[in-house]
T-cell receptor
Framework: AQSVTQLDSQVPVFEEAPVELRCNYS??????LFWYVQYPNQGLQLLLK??????LVKGINGFEAEFNKSQTSFHLRKPSVHISDTAEYFC???????????????FGQGTILTVHP | DADVTQTPRNRITKTGKRIMLECSQT?????MYWYRQDPGLGLRLIYY???????NKGEISDGYSVSRQAQAKFSLSLESAIPNQTALYFC?????????????FGEGSRLTVL
């Protein structure tokens, strides 16, 4: 079975500062990894995904994440945040090979990023 | 128009009432999902369907049922609502088998059970 742990439930940061949102996962098979963002009163939208290849993945709005297989982590980073980045961020994992978990996402608990002026 | 549409967007009901949340999609995807979001718990999978004839329980299916009326429609029912089913419910879709599992979400249905 898969599991995802987001290590910080809330992250406050000042505008233009760097930010890192941490995500660790557990799985017995190879995985695909995702970060989704949820703005207030909206659904979730994909920020970025790791399927294979380069372990550094770039997404929308200047975000990037690095897949670290040895540490089973997929931390999300942005070098300079804006007020508009205030949202809840979810890390998610799915199996990359066939099986009962194939094609289903397991989500972390979410991290609320609040950017202060 | 949204690719994944949920109705109603907000609903307040009383304990014991039957509630149906509906989801329709125009993405042409085979796979559809219902998730529940609670503060501090993230999203948890209730039911999923990989095609019209395939329905599967997720991790928290007790108290819920689903119907896949067509490729584009997937509804979630609470036969007898209880207060701890108060939550934000999301419908999602994903592409054909072999895809990454990336989900496309509706805007959510907020349900309050009094």
């Amino acid at each position: 079975a898969q599991s995802v742990t987001q290590l910080d439930s809330q992250v406050p940061v000042f505008e233009e500062a760097p930010v890192e949102l941490r995500c660790n996962y557990s799985s017995s098979v190879s995985v695909y990894l995702f970060w989704y963002v949820q703005y207030p009163n909206q659904g979730l939208q994909l920020l970025l995904k790791y399927l294979s290849g380069s372990t550094l993945v770039k997404g929308i709005n200047g975000f990037e994440a690095e897949f670290n297989k040895s540490q089973t982590s997929f931390h999300l980073r942005k070098p300079s945040v804006h007020i508009s980045d205030t949202a809840e961020y979810f890390c998610a994992v799915s199996d990359s090979i066939g099986g009962t978990s194939y094609g289903k996402l397991t989500f972390g608990q979410g991290t609320i990023l609040t950017v202060h002026p | 128009d949204a690719d994944v549409t949920q109705t109603p967007r907000n609903r307040i009901t009383k304990t014991g009432k039957r509630i149906m949340l509906e989801c329709s999609q125009t993405k042409g995807h085979d796979r559809m999902y219902w998730y529940r979001q609670d503060p501090g718990l993230g999203l948890r999978l209730i039911y999923y369907s990989f095609d019209v004839k395939d329905i599967n329980k997720g991790e928290i299916s007790d108290g819920y049922s689903v119907s896949r009326q067509a490729q584009a429609k997937f509804s979630l029912s609470l036969e007898s609502a209880i207060p701890n089913q108060t939550a934000l419910y999301f419908c999602a879709t994903s592409g054909i088998a072999g895809a990454s599992g990336e989900l496309f979400f509706g805007e959510g249905s907020r349900l309050t059970v009094l």
